[in-house]
């Protein structure tokens, strides 16, 4: 279309000279030369953007780099304090919730969502929108209200999503795996009979699924029966020997200038203080010495070179790859491929590396911006390699744990906790983000689950921040990091449901 505009324009120019003239200079302008540019560029912005989720925690701090961003929520977090979060006061009927992309669509279709981005259209422009979690149903219902997605289409994530499929790029790349299977598994027999050269104890994983909630350890015809019903039912798994290993997470950008890579950080993996799930993931640490500069290195180097490969699968944008590092050997392996923003993406983007620059999600959104630009993203990836531009931060993802159903009757609000030397925190001043922390005494919380909601296994009851490690050198959580856990829970008030009914309507109803 562009293309054919362009011939049109120079048949009807005259004189050519000084149209050729006008066009090369008017490239020239809208020419973006490195970061500066890219920075003034975005506090000038004059396009309506948004992320619309259940919660506004992935993308934290968005609006302060970007003019005009906002958050359309369904969860209000900030009690309305927040000055960029939209979230609709009328609850409309809707079928129940099965996952976050039911949340999407059920905001799209709200009457008060719908008149808020009229309100903020510009011209005939809706604007631009990003999701954590969407599905074609969202593609169309962002299409009728003139938002375009920013990111890669469902389908594309949806393949490039399941887990099967990451090891089938990550061969292409070169990118070595856990010694691994994939394979449809009929029963026990079936599965030590594809999986021999594995040895006696497995991982085994389903194409979808997060949060260790289709992770299952296997030993034995015990621990299979387990599972069975959930793993038999695929028509692939990925069967993995189970390795002594280390979690880690890394998360980049692929842009149409190379790949650009963040710092790799550490994850909490299965805390029973925090999840209830053995597998599930459940907060991240970044700090100068996480890892050997040579790990480090092998890392990025992984992770560029997944990047590069997702690009010629025709993917652009922000995605993280989850690294298993063995203990026993040292041997780094890729673990799985999120491709899209994540829960470790509020740590990555308010280091002290992608404050300096700038945080990955502006070069995510900058590729949807239609404009043209230079980056170095060599130089870049230099910077943020360096030790002396990473700072101590950690946090946690706090779950409901135990296997009851529980209605909320107090919450504690989001902002700024301070705690004493005694393990009590008192509610010290209301912010936004993590960024008004200023001691390992103090963390931030974003409140999850509130007065009136009902907490039940695995359940978010919010998002604790702080600065400096809340793990042992040997990846055990510390006596800070439980002294902060315990306080933040004493802070909930809750009554157990004992009515059977009302708990079967609930536990359909609850998930976020």
Request: aromatic letters at 10%.
């Amino acid at each position: 279309m562009s293309a054919k505009k362009t011939t049109t324009r120079k048949r009807a120019t005259k004189p050519a000279s000084k149209k050729t003239t006008r066009v090369k200079k008017d490239t020239t302008i809208n020419m973006l030369n490195g970061v500066p540019d890219i920075r003034r560029f975005f506090y000038k912005n004059e396009v309506p953007l948004y992320f619309i989720s259940a919660t506004n925690f992935n993308m934290l701090g968005a609006d302060e780099w970007i003019k005009g961003f906002k958050f359309i929520c369904y969860i209000e977090c900030f009690d309305g304090q927040h000055p960029n979060v939209f979230s609709p006061k009328e609850e409309i009927p809707h079928d129940e919730f099965t996952g976050i992309e039911d949340i999407n669509n059920y905001l799209l279709q709200h009457p008060e969502v719908q008149d808020y981005l009229k309100t903020r259209k510009k011209g005939r422009n809706t604007g631009k929108a990003m999701f954590l979690m969407f599905d074609e149903q969202t593609e169309k219902l962002a299409r009728k209200l003139g938002l375009e997605i920013m990111f890669p289409s469902a389908k594309m994530r949806t393949f490039m999503d399941n887990k099967v499929n990451t090891n089938r790029i990550a061969e292409k790349a070169g990118v070595p795996c856990v010694p691994y299977v994939l394979s449809s598994v009929k029963d026990y027999k079936h599965l030590r009979k594809v999986s021999e050269s594995l040895g006696n104890d497995l991982v085994i994983q389903t194409p979808f699924g997060d949060s260790g909630h289709t992770t299952f350890f296997i030993s034995n015809e015990e621990d299979f029966k387990k599972h069975e019903e959930e793993i038999v039912k695929e028509k692939e798994v990925k069967i993995m020997k189970r390795i002594n290993c280390r979690g880690s997470a890394i998360e980049a950008c692929v842009t149409r200038h190379g790949t650009i890579v963040a710092p790799l950080m550490t994850e909490l993996v299965g805390f029973q203080e925090l999840t209830p799930y053995k597998g599930g993931w459940c907060g991240n640490e970044i700090y100068p010495d996480a890892f050997s500069p040579e790990l480090r290195k092998k890392a990025t180097k992984f992770t560029q070179m997944f990047g590069n490969q997702l690009r010629e699968e025709g993917y652009k944008g922000y995605f993280e790859l989850d690294f298993l590092i063995d203990q026993d050997n040292g041997e780094i392996y890729l673990g799985e491929l999120n491709p899209r923003v994540t829960g470790a993406s509020s740590i990555t983007n308010h280091a002290v590396f992608a404050l300096a620059d700038a945080p990955l999600f502006v070069f995510h959104i900058l590729e949807w911006m239609d404009v043209d630009y230079k980056l170095s993203v060599k130089s870049i990836n230099d910077r943020w390699a360096r030790q002396e531009n990473i700072d101590g931060w950690s946090q946690l993802i706090i779950k409901h744990t135990e296997d009851t159903i529980e209605y909320v009757s107090e919450a504690p609000k989001s902002g700024i906790y301070k705690m004493f030397d005694n393990g009590h925190i008192r509610f010290d001043r209301m912010d936004t983000h993590r960024r008004a922390v200023e001691t390992e005494s103090e963390a931030f919380f974003l409140n999850i689950s509130k007065q009136g909601d009902y907490l039940y296994e695995g359940a978010d009851m919010g998002i604790l921040v702080s600065r400096g490690r809340m793990m042992t050198n040997n990846f055990k959580l510390n006596e800070r990091a439980k002294k902060w856990i315990q306080a933040i829970r004493g802070k909930y008030v809750s009554q157990i449901v004992e009515d059977k009914r009302k708990k079967m309507e609930l536990t359909g109803s609850l998930t976020k």
